[in-house]
Nanobody, 125 residues
Framework: QLQLVESGGGLVQPGGSLRLSCAASGFSLANYAIGWFRQAPGKEREGISCMSSSGGNTNYADSVKGRFTISRDNAKNTVYLQMNSLKPEDTAVYYC??????????????????WGEGTLVTVSS
């Protein structure tokens, strides 16, 4: 079965750091572009970052650029999102996804075929 499972969410203070993980099963992430998205209560889904299957291309939303870093470990079939300098507005459910492309359109929600169930990140003092 194709599955993506996020982990690593939790409560963190503003200015803190957190690393999310997304483990794939039933397929190899090496064959897919990967991405991270988030959705805060009452708001629309927002694309955070994506990386091409080769790792040669990455994109970040302006809201997280310079603070978040996407990475992948194909040997572990896992994708990561390192989040630094967290702000209260980063509070959301974070989702990982896999698809065909990583581009500006990907961050708008296009091109991702498989989605995880999400993990909650709360940034609060």
């Amino acid at each position: 079965q194709l599955q993506l499972v996020e982990s690593g969410g939790g409560l963190v203070q503003p200015g803190g750091s957190l690393r999310l993980s997304c483990a794939a099963s039933g397929f190899s992430l090496a064959n897919y572009a990967i991405g991270w998205f988030r959705q805060a209560p009452g708001k629309e889904r927002e694309g955070i970052s994506c990386m091409s299957s080769s790792g040669g291309n990455t994109n970040y939303a302006d809201s997280v650029k310079g603070r978040f870093t996407i990475s992948r470990d194909n040997a572990k079939n896992t994708v990561y999102l390192q989040m630094n300098s967290l702000k209260p507005e980063d509070t959301a459910v974070y989702y990982c996804a896999a698809g065909s492309l990583c581009g500006i359109a990907t961050l708008a929600g296009n091109g991702m075929d498989f989605w995880g169930e999400g993990t909650l990140v709360t940034v609060s003092s």
